[in-house]
């Protein structure tokens, strides 16, 4: 199931607002999305909006960030007017930057690490999926001046998981490797799926249970929390690795008898991720995190836009 094997469906571009209607709403939106109209669709392929907007990603660094470039490409593809920047932040410097960034007229934020809980804490409003993850990396300047947090990396995961690499996950056991904001950023989306299991295993073991324990309501799933080594080795339908150990070339200890079914890794590169080296070692295919990067702006442009795009063609670009 690789990605560069995997077929998109490539629907006529008058359907696709059909397709892809609806945007979550939430209570304080810039304006009312609604399904679009048959006028609306037309729009889509003429200017729709003429007045530019401005957009950026704050971070630090953020140098790397490949924000800018999806983001021109939605709003080509969308026929948005949009500007869309990175903007460095001292590390002690979130909210002056975001302060200075809307009060010049700015539109909408995203945000990347290490500022993501900075830009909760930034807005009046957030999303479900902002409150459960601890984080947001997405704001946006409501009508009425206020700011709406929202977090679309689990979303995006879920999408990219589900549409593009074709997964079914409801009834499904799956492994989430680490604790830390990644993971937390995608359990409650994971657990909407309804899974039948997920397993939750980090280095260090509190931090794995607290984030098992910040979910255990009651819902349709199982979850459980271990280090590496009580995780059992049983056939495992996923194994998301939502470790920052790739940066260093690493792959959590899990036990070598474990077997699974599909692996993703929330992190891509150019080259093969430590992480799919393992899992195609153990004869499974494992996708990297380049269709979520793609999946969660696409879900930031929706909420910021009224309109979700087309991921198609940046899903093939892969660098
Ligand atoms: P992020 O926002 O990228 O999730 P984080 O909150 O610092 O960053 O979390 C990093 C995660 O990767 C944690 O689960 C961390 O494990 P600990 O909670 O035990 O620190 C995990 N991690 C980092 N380096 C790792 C390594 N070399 N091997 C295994 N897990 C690692």
């Not at 209607?21 to 679009?36: E, K, N, Q």
């Not at 009046?124 to 902002?130: C, G, H, L, N």
């Not at 799933?221 to 009580?230: I, K, N, P, T």
């Amino acid at each position: 199931m690789k990605r560069s094997g995997v077929r998109l469906l490539s629907p006529a571009p008058f359907l696709l607002p059909l397709l892809f209607p609806l945007v979550d709403l939430p209570s304080c939106p810039r304006r009312a999305v609604h399904i679009l109209s048959g006028a609306d669709m037309l729009c889509v392929f003429r200017p729709q909006n003429t007045t530019m907007h401005r957009y950026a990603v704050v971070g630090h660094p953020i140098a790397h960030s490949r924000s800018p470039d999806i983001h021109r490409h939605f709003a080509q593809a969308t026929a948005q007017a949009l500007e869309y920047e990175r903007l460095l932040a001292p590390l002690e410097g979130f909210a002056a930057v975001a302060n200075e960034f809307f009060q010049g007229g700015g539109n909408g934020l995203n945000i990347t690490a290490p500022f993501k809980a900075d830009a909760l804490a930034f807005a009046d409003e957030a999303s479900a999926d902002a409150s459960a993850a601890n984080a947001a990396n997405t704001l946006m300047r409501c009508d009425d001046g206020r700011f709406y947090a929202d977090n679309t990396d689990g979303r995006g995961l879920l999408r990219d998981l589900t549409h593009n690499l074709g997964l079914a996950l409801q009834g499904q056991r799956i492994l989430l490797l680490g604790a830390g904001g990644a993971a937390r950023g995608v359990l409650r989306p994971l657990l909407a799926a309804a899974p039948a299991q997920v397993w939750i295993a980090n280095r260090s073991v509190e931090r794995a249970q607290a984030l098992a324990e910040s979910v255990s309501s009651g819902g349709a799933s199982e979850v459980q929390a271990s280090g590496w080594d009580g995780v059992p080795v049983a056939p495992w339908d996923v194994v998301i690795n939502a470790t920052s150990a790739g940066l260093q070339g690493e792959v959590p200890p899990l036990a070598a008898g474990l077997t699974l079914g599909f692996g993703y890794d929330m992190l891509y590169s150019h080259d093969t991720t430590a992480f799919q080296g393992w899992v195609r070692e153990r004869g499974a295919e494992c996708a990297d995190g380049w269709g979520m990067l793609v999946e969660q702006a696409a879900e930031s442009f929706a909420l910021w836009c009224g309109l979700r795009p087309d991921t198609t063609a940046l899903l093939a670009q892969h660098p």
